[in-house]
């Protein structure tokens, strides 16, 4: 969320604690969504050869490698998995973590990944 949008929704009003049920709320949230893309992937009929995949579906699940600091413009994000992501969309977020978990999942117009205790999420296209 942006700043603006935190303070619209009453969410920067909130208590810690309630902060911290609502962020729990959203990875359980998130996880479902992400379930439901998976089972919706496993269901669906395969895409023609012409198709083109985006790389993210199904969702792809793993951890940021080392230590994360947020994204400003031109951010490389490598997971455990040997992945190789770059922020496609410009935006600029602070939040330090090490190692922390990471989804990245389709959405119209390409993949968004969302990191772990990130209230934001990020459009961000494969290089590797």
């Known amino acids: ?44 009929p395969t895409p023609a050869r012409s198709e083109v995949r985006s790389g993210c579906s199904p969702a792809i699940e793993s951890n940021l490698a ?7 413009g031109e951010t490389i994000f490598k997971l ?21 978990e990471a989804t990245i999942y389709q959405v119209d117009g390409g993949c968004r990944l969302k990191a772990e205790d990130e209230d934001e999420t990020i459009m961000v296209r494969r290089i590797k």
């Open 1 to 44: 969320m942006t700043p603006q949008e935190l303070k619209d929704s009453g969410v920067s009003n909130l208590t810690t604690a309630q902060k911290k049920a609502f962020n729990e709320w959203l990875n359980r949230y998130t996880s479902t969504v992400v379930s439901v893309a998976h089972t919706q992937q496993a269901t669906a």
């Open 80 to 100: 455990d998995n040997g992945q190789i992501w770059e922020q496609a969309e410009y935006a600029y977020t602070y939040s330090y973590s090490y190692r922390p």
């Open 66 to 72: 080392g230590e994360f600091n947020g994204w400003e």
